[in-house]
């Protein structure tokens, strides 16, 4: 963690929510046609990584993931790379990296705050949310061990649990990863990612239909 900490040191110091990743893009991208039923993938590496095109196909779906980030970091980009694009739902997958302490050590209470205010802000511009589970890691391969070691499973619990209630409570769709994908063990299962974090295809085939029911149950609720 340190290493990487200090490889993202001059991004982290001068971009600290790397608004540039996405600002071209963002420019060059037209409003929603009429009857678009846009949909934003928010989040870390594992939406960065996920071809959308791929697994949602002739869907309107824009993916605005990056490596590496965590929930602070997405609050600071929320305007820009959700609000401004107009979408109808944004599907928020993070946690993994607060956990980690990617941007420094964060209670779980702060990171619950973070969501919130993520949920507050559609709310207040007419977005329809999904929250979805961190999902489950795994420690079976050589390659899992030091991305395991950071995140705690025991955090991971407690604060999809959290993110459970509050969307039971604030009208917000949940979307469980993690009970399609966690094993006996309670961690991920081992077919699913090579380095126990970023899910592979078999993963990413989970959980995309899982993924389409929770955009369907977002847009039949009011923003």
Not at 40 to 51: A, E, V, Y
Not at 140 to 161: C, G, M
Request: aromatic share 10%.
């Amino acid at each position: 963690m340190r290493k990487w900490r200090e490889s993202k040191w001059v991004t982290l110091r001068d971009d600290f929510g790397e608004l540039d990743r996405y600002r071209e893009a963002n420019a060059t991208l037209k409003p929603p046609a009429m009857g678009e039923t846009r949909v934003i993938f928010f989040g870390d590496s594992i939406t960065d990584l996920w071809k959308l095109d791929e697994y949602f196909r002739d869907k309107p779906y824009i993916n605005r993931g990056i490596g590496g980030q965590t929930t602070p970091q997405m609050l600071v980009r929320f305007r820009q790379d959700v609000i401004n694009l107009q979408p109808r739902v944004v599907v928020i997958l993070a946690g993994t990296n607060d956990i980690a302490g990617n941007t420094g050590p964060i209670l779980l209470e702060d990171i619950e705050a973070n969501y919130a205010s993520m949920a507050e802000l559609a709310r207040a511009n007419g977005i329809n949310m999904v929250f979805s589970s961190v999902l489950p890691v795994h420690n079976y391969t050589p390659q899992s061990q030091d991305l395991f070691a950071q995140r705690s499973p025991e955090k991971i619990l407690r604060l999809n649990r959290w993110l459970k209630d509050y969307c039971a409570s604030n009208g917000v769709v949940y979307l469980d990863y993690f009970n399609a994908m966690v094993d006996e063990k309670g961690l991920l299962k081992r077919d699913l990612a090579e380095d126990g974090l970023h899910p592979n295809k078999a993963g990413y085939a989970i959980m995309a239909p899982l993924a389409q029911a929770a955009i369907g149950r977002a847009l039949s609720s009011r923003p």
